[in-house]
T-cell receptor
Framework: DAGVIQSPRHEVTEMGQEVTLRCKPISGHNSLFWYRQTMMRGLELLIYFNNNVPIDDSGMPEDRFSAKMPNASFSTLKIQPSEPRDSAVYFC????????????FGPGTRLTVL | GIQVEQSPPDLILQEGANSTLRCNFSDSVNNLQWFHQNPWGQLINLFYIPSGTKQNGRLSATTVATERYSLLYISSSQTTDSGVYFCAVVGGNKLVFGAGTILRVKS
């Protein structure tokens, strides 16, 4: 079975550019989570969806960040405009139901904003 | 919010040695997971263990929910065990991660 799929795996962009990260959850999973990992803050939850609906976006750092889940098999995390402090690894995870069950992580997207 | 503390922060082992990693959490939880982040950055699920004991090969984990801690045991360590081990619990509606234990296994 394919796990969580993320693209691109690496992204290098210049400050001010728009960045779009993509995620395909495991088929049949109905919850999807976006995390960010930095040296300073570790792993932190940005937003999560249940049945394609955003449930908690309190971790989204600011209005420059937005996330969508147009259908059960696809989600995007967009940063516009990007800033150097957004440089991090962004992970997507999914789980079969609810919020307490086991989460499975994608390989991550390493974002560098110059 | 819930606090998750892991110890030790760093650990260096000789290949073949055993080790115990600890995770303390500040409130009752109904989900606890152990992950291994390998040197390539991938987060690999090790255990989903809100309570009790589980074993998978050379690794085993025990969670004592009433005392709010979990232990990860690594036996006969190998160089491929190197990386960062994270404990994560559900606090409120979020998976809250500890800061991790950096493990280096030397050959």
């Amino acid at each position: 079975d394919a796990g969580v799929i993320q693209s691109p795996r690496h992204e290098v962009t210049e400050m001010g550019q728009e960045v779009t990260l993509r995620c395909k959850p495991i088929s049949g999973h109905n919850s999807l989570f976006w995390y960010r990992q930095t040296m300073m803050r570790g792993l932190e939850l940005l937003i999560y969806f249940n049945n394609n609906v955003p449930i908690d976006d309190s971790g989204m750092p600011e209005d420059r960040f937005s996330a969508k889940m147009p259908n059960a098999s696809f989600s995007t995390l967009k940063i516009q405009p990007s800033e150097p402090r957004d440089s991090a690894v962004y992970f997507c995870a999914s789980n079969p139901s609810g919020r307490a069950n086991e989460q499975f992580f994608g390989p991550g997207t390493r974002l560098t904003v110059l | 919010g819930i606090q998750v503390e892991q110890s030790p922060p760093d650990l260096i082992l000789q290949e073949g040695a055993n080790s115990t990693l600890r995770c303390n959490f500040s409130d009752s939880v109904n989900n606890l997971q152990w992950f291994h982040q390998n040197p390539w950055g991938q987060l690999i699920n090790l255990f989903y263990i809100p309570s009790g004991t589980k074993q998978n090969g050379r690794l085993s984990a025990t969670t004592v929910a009433t005392e709010r801690y979990s232990l990860l045991y690594i036996s006969s360590s190998q160089t491929t065990d190197s990386g960062v081990y994270f404990c994560a619990v559900v606090g409120g509606n979020k998976l809250v991660f500890g800061a991790g234990t950096i493990l280096r296994v030397k050959s």
